[in-house]
């Protein structure tokens, strides 16, 4: 059965929104989303491989997996040489996000604050860019004049959290409470004043408090200390997101769909595992020199005849065969590539902890998990600890695992499922979905605008 038509919908995103926190084992008692939840439907939201916020949020958005769209993270090779790499903005996405697909019917779109949405281009409505845009100086509005309103409304609009790799965590507290006041104060501003159908809007504040608090929360965090004076701080924010979205809730009717939705969830990282420190006592790849002292990997020179592999870190790894004919200084012979593919699985696969037993990871074959392969995707995409533990690129150390963070104090890693809440006001009883998909959120609104999704989509509108 078709989805029942709607004047308007709204989403809310909230970065890192964990499952857990919201509907699973350990929910915060949340109001306004429990309504939601009671009269809608629920339940966990698989994100993308890799479950990251860029090219997450493009791929719920687009309706397309990382392979479609040719972007495998934050950052991404440009070309077959060692160095050259380009940061996936908004420039990076060339499918049509939602909001290009309903400007182009004619509605009315408000974007607010998602990843991927700078440098800014053209809507049939208003646009604020994400966290990408360097600071509010630059054209972080579409139209331009939008940037003036939201200063004499809202006051200075603030893009991201400054620094939430912090050891001080007051400080962190009080900016992460900023954020989304002024979010949320911008979203009631947008919504009070423009004539939308189509309102969207991402709190950044979830993820980077995740980040920053996670081991003063979580009692499964190696370092976690009961009793300490953070331990509810995921409780408070979270009720303090929860009420922000009430205001906005207030402010639509009953012609208005409403959505909630997170780009992947989040776990206590256990460790790091420094992949490409590894990858030297491996044999598999090597440097001109010993480092001396910690060096990022982009820092080192590589003797490029002598190495087979190399990597980048982040929450999880990317490895990057040298393959002769493709790379520069390629070792790897094409004739054995898939081979040697299968055999650095294996071998990767079986590395164990710091305690000798096997940690559990899990490598995969990008034509393995996608539709297709658009752009220089990594050889293989890697998660440590099945996301457990994070990939550490700086060479330098004395272990192959860390239990420091190369970027600064962060108590956890990514997850594969984020949430999802519909209430499509067709007033049901509380339905708990499975197999729901980010790849579906997308053709979902389209349907609740009795609008088609386009063939090239990979998702499918849930059912009424």
């Not at 701080?233 to 402010?251: K, M």
């Not at 000798?356 to 539709?371: F, M």
Request: charged content about 25%; overall charge negative.
């Amino acid at each position: 059965m078709p989805l029942p038509r709607v004047e308007r919908v709204l989403v809310i995103g909230l970065d890192c929104a964990a499952p857990r926190f919201v509907f699973g084992p350990d929910a915060f008692d949340l109001p306004r989303l429990r309504v939601l939840m009671s009269r809608g439907r629920y339940g966990a939201l698989r994100s993308c491989d890799p479950p990251i916020t860029v090219p997450a949020w493009a791929c719920m958005m687009s309706g397309k997996d990382p392979g479609a769209l040719g972007l495998y993270g934050f950052r991404n090779r440009k070309d077959r040489s060692y160095d050259a790499l380009f940061t996936a903005n908004a420039s990076s996405v060339r499918a049509p996000r939602v909001w290009d697909i309903l400007s182009r019917a004619g509605k009315k779109v408000v974007v607010l604050g998602v990843p991927q949405t700078y440098p800014v281009r053209p809507v049939n409505g208003w646009l604020v860019a994400d966290f990408l845009a360097p600071d509010t100086q630059a054209q972080f509005t579409y139209p331009q004049s939008l940037a003036d309103e939201l200063r004499a409304n809202v006051g200075e609009y603030l893009l991201d959290v400054e620094d939430f790799r912090t050891h001080d965590k007051d400080a962190l507290l009080e900016r992460l409470y900023a954020l989304m006041e002024n979010r949320f104060a911008a979203a009631r501003h947008l919504m009070d004043t423009k004539p939308w159908d189509f309102f969207m809007m991402v709190e950044m504040g979830v993820d980077r408090l995740h980040h920053g608090f996670w081991k003063y929360c979580d009692p499964a965090h190696p370092l976690f200390e009961a009793g300490n004076r953070y331990e509810s701080v995921f409780h408070d924010y979270y009720r303090a997101v929860d009420q922000r979205i009430g205001e906005l809730l207030d402010r639509v009717g009953d012609e208005t769909a409403v959505l909630i939705v997170s780009d992947h969830g989040a776990k206590a990282m256990q460790g790091g595992v420094c992949i490409n420190q590894w990858l030297i006592r491996e044999g598999l790849l090597t440097l001109r020199e010993e480092s001396a002292g910690r060096r990022r990997i982009e820092d080192c020179a590589i003797d490029w005849a002598r190495t087979k592999v190399w990597s980048s870190g982040g929450y999880y790894a990317r490895m990057f065969f040298n393959v002769q004919g493709r790379e520069p200084e390629g070792v790897v012979s094409p004739r054995e590539y898939e081979s040697f593919r299968d055999e650095m699985i294996a071998k990767i696969e079986s590395m164990p902890g710091p305690d000798g037993r096997p940690l559990g990871n899990r490598a995969l074959k990008p034509q393995d998990i996608y539709r297709c392969v658009e752009g220089i995707a990594p050889d293989l995409i890697v998660y440590l600890g099945d996301l457990a533990w994070r990939s550490v690129g700086m060479v330098g150390f004395d272990s192959v695992y860390t239990f420091e963070n190369d970027t600064g104090p962060d108590d956890a890693n990514h997850d594969y499922d984020g949430i999802f809440i519909l209430d499509d006001r067709s007033r049901r009883s509380g339905e708990a979905l499975s197999g729901l998909s980010l790849l579906d959120v997308t053709p979902t609104v389209l349907a609740l605008f009795g609008l088609e999704a386009p063939s090239d989509m990979q998702g499918k509108a849930i059912s009424s």
